[in-house]
């Protein structure tokens, strides 16, 4: 499983209508707006890195009004374990 936060950057005014089609999809599992560099995030569950490039490419970057886009895609490591490798602070 592949979890990612899509940062999206919209042309002014077709907010609405950008919003209004990421929330139809069904792999996109919560949307918000958001004040800064970018004006939507969303959250985005796919079986893989494929399915990934799936929505971003050919669904969410195809909508339009939207001018770009910024992937974060979320390490399956919890925060509660230490990263292989890593060094603890003493």
Known sequence: MVTAYV?????????NTVAQEI???KEITSASWTYGFCDII????VESIQGLDEIVFNRV???PGVTS???IIVSPIPIT?????GTSAA
């Open 23 to 25: 929330v139809r999809v």
């Open 81 to 85: 374990s230490s990263r292989a490798g």
């Open 69 to 71: 886009t910024e992937t």
């Open 7 to 15: 940062l999206v950057k919209v042309d002014p005014g077709k907010e």
């Open 61 to 63: 970057r195809k909508i």
């Open 42 to 45: 969303f959250k985005v569950s």
